[in-house]
């Protein structure tokens, strides 16, 4: 699976009312601490890989998964293979890590609206530490449709009134550490 995504620095009030108007579907809002590793065999920043464990808090309740992002395929937005899976535990998982060798090196903390809207997800991310931005993202199956899940999450971009030339390729952990 490949995940297709384009993030965007956007005033969320005004992103918000624009998705109104346009007839998203609101989904749900989530508190996300994602909290970063480095592994002890190479360094993600320099591969661009990443690994994490995400604790989730909705109305629904709360969920622990872990990802790993592998380095970005493209250089036109933040494309890359990525794999998921829910854990029981997230303290648990966290130990299993840290025994193995594997360092915390930062937590995230966000706070993400989500929409839906022509068979992309929209996020409005308000990131403590960091600012507000918008995610337009969608998964394929195949590397073949990358580009045209890109082009449709640009369209999807300046139907919000924001603009693909606006892009950041950084992660919120990269911006977080160059705050």
Same mark, same amino acid.
Request: hydrophobic share 30%.
């Given at each position: 699976m490949y995940e297709v995504e384009v993030k965007v620095p956007a005033e969320l009030e005004a992103v918000?009312?624009?998705l109104e108007d346009l007839g998203a579907t609101r989904k749900?809002?989530?508190?996300?601490?994602?909290?970063y590793y480095d592994a002890p065999h190479r360094s993600f920043p320099e591969t661009d890989e990443a690994l994490r464990i995400r604790r989730e808090s909705s109305d629904d309740g709360d969920e622990s998964r872990i990802t790993y992002k592998g380095p970005l395929l493209d250089d036109e937005s933040k494309s890359r293979e990525e794999f998921e899976t829910?854990?029981?535990?997230?303290e648990t998982m966290d130990a299993v890590l840290t025994s193995l060798g594997f360092e915390a090196a930062a937590t995230v903390r966000? $706070?993400?609206? %989500?929409? #839906?809207?022509?068979?992309?997800t929209v996020t409005l991310d308000a990131v403590d530490d960091v600012g507000e931005y918008v995610e337009v993202e969608t998964e394929v199956a195949t590397e073949d449709e990358? $580009?045209?899940? %890109?082009? #449709?999450?640009y369209?999807?971009?300046?139907?919000?009134?924001?603009d693909p030339d606006d892009q950041l390729r950084t992660s919120y952990l990269g911006l977080l550490l160059e705050s």
């Open positions: 918000r009312d624009r749900r809002t989530v508190v996300q601490a994602d909290t829910g854990v029981d535990d997230g966000k $706070e993400r609206e %989500r929409y #839906g809207l022509d068979g992309y990358l $580009e045209s899940a %890109r082009e #449709g999450a369209d999807v971009l300046e139907r919000l009134d924001l």
